[in-house]
């Protein structure tokens, strides 16, 4: 086969191959898109209204599973749990009101998932520059996500501690 | 003019962007991508220091490489400053290996004591804080890292037992 046939026919492979991941993505870029997005919602800005906080608290909410069950152990001897949806809304909308700035970024998303690919467990680190301070802050996560008619949900989530 | 053959040599700047042969050029180059990919990406990992927990030894904005090959012929020892990943490599922590597998690690008053003697640490530049940690027992497999800014608050500083499988390599300078 000559070099002038070889050539368009692996375009066309290619531009075939990126088109079938964009019209029915795998289960992995899927989760990698609502991580994205959920970074994005849980980011806010000084000029966001107090309606938009609320509606992307809400969007943001609806990530979660209604029976989440959330364990944040970030500093030594402050443990925290929440248990739904509805409490994890509550505590975005109060912390959103001590926040002026915030953002947020999923780096290194290590995923896994079960052998029926309906649930996994994501392994990422969340890089949060808050109110613009210099350093940010890093906190490593471990999702359990479970997949519903609705698109993948986070079942569980707790902080991994790197250093005890 | 059939079978005519031209010897004229293409123009200087030609010549130095891709050399008397682009084909030999474009194997170098995809040679040398290669080779800088594979030693950046799996040997040599460039970071930059974030922070003042390793201040003065390595100050805020530094740029340095963790060595991955450090730990392959013998395992981390006493006084390495390492990487330690959170859950994949753009991110990490920059600590001083003071504990190893298996000792007994406390902080009194600032001072570290391993098996009940004090440790001896020249690096340090200031008088370590009044920092206070009691005693710990280290598994088969964990060290104990902490930074080399003592003077700072305890609290805003990272120091504490780690997994082995998370020491990405050694501080190459």
């Given at each position: 086969m000559k070099v002038k046939t070889v050539i368009p026919l692996l375009l066309l492979a290619g531009v075939g191959f990126f088109a079938y991941r964009w019209w029915a993505p795998s289960e992995e870029t899927q989760i990698r898109k609502e991580l994205r997005e959920a970074a994005r919602l849980i980011s806010t800005q000084p000029e966001d209204s107090g309606i938009a906080r609320l509606f992307s608290a809400r969007r943001l909410a609806g990530?979660?599973?209604?029976?989440v069950v959330i364990n944040v152990d970030?500093?030594?001897e402050h443990y925290e749990t929440v248990t739904s949806a509805d409490e994890l809304f509550q505590q975005i909308v109060a912390a959103r009101r001590q926040l002026r700035r915030l953002k947020v970024r999923f780096v290194d998303i290590a995923l896994k998932f079960n052998a029926e690919k309906t649930a996994a467990v994501a392994n990422l680190t969340a890089l949060a520059d808050v109110n613009g301070e210099e350093d940010a802050a890093v906190q490593e996560l471990k999702l359990l996500l479970r997949k519903t008619p609705s698109g993948w949900k986070v079942a569980q989530l707790e902080t991994v501690r790197v250093v005890n | 003019m059939n079978g005519l053959v031209s010897t004229s040599s293409p123009p200087w700047w030609v010549r130095v962007a891709v050399g008397r042969s682009p084909k030999r050029t474009l194997i170098r180059a995809a040679v040398l991508g290669l080779t800088l990919v594979v030693v950046f990406r799996f040997v040599l990992l460039p970071i930059r220091v974030k922070g003042?927990?390793?201040?003065?030894t390595y100050p805020d904005h530094a740029v340095n490489f963790i060595?991955?090959?450090?730990?392959?012929?013998?395992p981390p020892r006493r006084g390495d400053v390492v990487g330690i990943r959170y859950s994949g490599r753009k991110v990490m922590l920059l600590k001083r290996i003071i504990g190893l597998p298996g000792e007994r690690l406390r902080i009194t008053h600032g001072i570290v004591f391993i098996n009940g003697q004090p440790l001896q640490e020249p690096y340090l530049a200031h008088t370590p804080e009044p920092w206070q940690r009691p005693e710990i027992e280290l598994g088969a497999n964990q060290y104990f890292v902490i930074g080399?800014?003592?003077?700072?608050d305890p609290e805003s500083h990272d120091f504490g037992e780690v997994d082995g499988n998370r020491i990405l390599g050694k501080l190459l300078f």
């Open positions: 990530f979660f599973d209604t029976n970030i500093e030594r | 003042i927990s390793m201040d003065p060595n991955r090959c450090a730990f392959v012929m013998h080399d800014n003592r003077t700072m």
